[in-house]
């Protein structure tokens, strides 16, 4: 396997951390031999092991600022999740209906 080589220059903020102590953090990090982006990913508590993330340039992360910052977050979850039991009840219907066939 290659051997990734980053830099964090600063943790920025915790977004949670689960039961092993992996924390999914918001860095400026630098990888290879590049300029440092923003980078969204759980890591170990040493740094050394990491998930896979998103990685994104200064322009990218305020045009996702803006966005977060202009939509009801708790609205859309609330539709999509209402979206999703519209979607499992037909779902639903269609087998039962299939299967009395």
Same mark, same amino acid.
């Given at each position: 396997?290659?051997? /990734?080589?980053?830099?964090?220059?600063?943790?920025?903020?915790?977004?949670?951390? !689960?039961?092993?102590?992996?924390?999914?953090?918001?860095?400026?990090?630098?990888?290879?031999?590049? !300029?440092?982006?923003?980078?969204?990913?759980?890591?170990?508590?040493?740094? !050394?092991?990491?998930?896979?993330?998103?990685?994104?340039?200064?322009?990218?992360? /305020?045009?996702?600022?803006?966005?977060?910052?202009?939509?009801?977050?708790?609205?859309?979850?609330? $539709?999509? /999740?209402?979206?999703?039991? /519209?979607?499992?009840?037909?779902?639903?219907?269609?087998?039962? $209906?299939?299967?009395?066939?």
């Amino acid at each position: 396997m290659a051997v /990734v080589n980053f830099e964090i220059y600063k943790v920025l903020g915790t977004l949670s951390e !689960n039961k092993d102590g992996w924390k999914k953090q918001l860095t400026c990090t630098s990888w290879g031999r590049y !300029n440092p982006k923003f980078d969204l990913r759980s890591w170990d508590s040493e740094y !050394n092991g990491m998930t896979k993330g998103i990685t994104l340039s200064l322009e990218e992360i /305020v045009a996702l600022r803006d966005l977060l910052n202009e939509v009801d977050l708790e609205t859309a979850y609330e $539709e999509s /999740v209402a979206e999703r039991q /519209v979607a499992k009840a037909a779902e639903k219907a269609a087998e039962k $209906e299939s299967a009395d066939e």
